[in-house]
């Protein structure tokens, strides 16, 4: 990399050199000897995390390894960043570039640095990838795998990958309609790998706030006597509609009765823990304002009596509700890279997700 004068914390790109696959360890040691060499601070090597970002898809790729790039500034990491083109028919089986990442610690002082491989298979090249990834992972460090794109549907196409993984990273809101039941069976067939979707992170802030309008003075009196549920989302983003439905099933203790038929969205009819019938329904919107999708929930009691929250913008929803009525306030949702740092930290073993997944099965059938 070039010489930079850039401020603490502002990360200094290195050039990716493309290497011979069997040569991998052996550049990246030859890429910091050169590195220590010309920099005249002290240079120091930083890995907490081994991260794998696994794409099918150029476009997916693309946007995952900015992603990727932004949250080493938090979590150093060995980043091996892989795109796999099975269906490629011209290039190379599989290659591989390596490159460093750098930025200046705090005060100005030693430069921590972390290494990035990007490894691209095509056709049969993607029968190399598992064994590659199992020698590239540094011993003795944890190691995430982060499937960008749509969440996978077929375990036995992600299972291979995750020797060594203790967490798979998925966001739900790539994922269409139907998807979660195929989701929690790749989940129930990977043993020991924690699943994370990055889209149960990005809403946590709505469930937090949702659950603050019944705390004293209110109380969870309201709860018990919910009749109707309604809430809107995009057209892409019916997964987080039913994640959030399958958390109000298991904290509220909820059976479903029947799915009703209806053009867009989609509604049901369920019991409450006495049997009490509520409807429930969601709404599909042209376009949502917030990147989860999910825009609105509404709660009505069977008094009339009204609690939830509307978006206005990407970072403020007006909550309806007693005691203080109507009001404004921030639930601005983190960024992606955000999302990715909380997704290897004690955020990303949220046994919630598990419950509110397989309950969220149930909208399915």
Avoid at 209 to 218: D, T, Y
Wanted: proline share 6%; charged share 20%; net charge neutral.
């Amino acid at each position: 990399m070039a010489e930079s004068k850039s401020p603490a914390g502002t990360p200094l790109g290195g050039m990716a050199i493309a290497v011979d696959i069997g040569g991998i360890e052996k550049e990246l040691a030859s890429l910091w000897r050169t590195q220590s060499a010309e920099k005249s601070q002290a240079l120091t090597r930083a890995c907490s995390w081994n991260f794998i970002v696994f794409a099918n898809e150029e476009a997916a790729f693309k946007v995952a390894k900015g992603f990727a790039d932004e949250m080493v500034r938090s979590v150093p990491t060995r980043s091996i960043l892989v795109l796999n083109q099975p269906y490629a028919t011209t290039g190379k089986p599989i290659e591989a570039f390596v490159s460093a990442n750098c930025q200046i610690g705090a005060g100005g002082g030693k430069l921590l640095c972390t290494e990035e491989i990007n490894i691209e298979s095509r056709g049969k090249g993607a029968e190399h990838v598992p064994s590659l990834l199992r020698a590239l992972v540094v011993p003795d460090v944890p190691t995430a795998l982060w499937w960008a794109g749509a969440p996978p549907d077929n375990a036995s196409a992600v299972r291979m990958l995750l020797s060594g993984v203790e967490r798979l990273i998925v966001d739900t809101s790539n994922a269409g309609d139907g998807s979660l039941t195929k989701l929690a069976h790749v989940g129930g067939l990977l043993d020991g790998v924690t699943l994370v979707d990055l889209n149960w992170l990005r809403t946590a802030t709505l469930r937090t706030l949702l659950a603050s309008m019944f705390e004293p003075p209110v109380g969870a009196a309201p709860l018990w006597d919910i009749a109707r549920v309604h809430m809107t989302v995009s057209p892409t983003s019916m997964p987080a509609a039913k994640l959030m439905l399958g958390w109000l099933i298991s904290r509220l203790k909820w059976t479903v009765q029947e799915r009703i038929p209806r053009g867009a969205g989609a509604s049901w009819r369920m019991l409450s823990r006495d049997e009490r019938p509520i409807g429930v329904d969601v709404e599909v919107l042209p376009k949502a304002v917030r990147s989860s999708g999910l825009d609105s929930l509404v709660i009505e009691t069977s008094d009339g009596t009204r609690y939830g929250f509307t978006a206005t913008d990407g970072s403020l929803v007006r909550v309806d509700g007693p005691p203080g009525g109507p009001r404004a306030i921030s639930a601005a949702e983190p960024p992606t890279e955000q999302l990715l740092v909380a997704s290897l930290g004690s955020r990303g073993r949220d046994r919630l997700y598990g419950v509110a997944l397989h309950r969220a099965m149930e909208l399915d059938r």
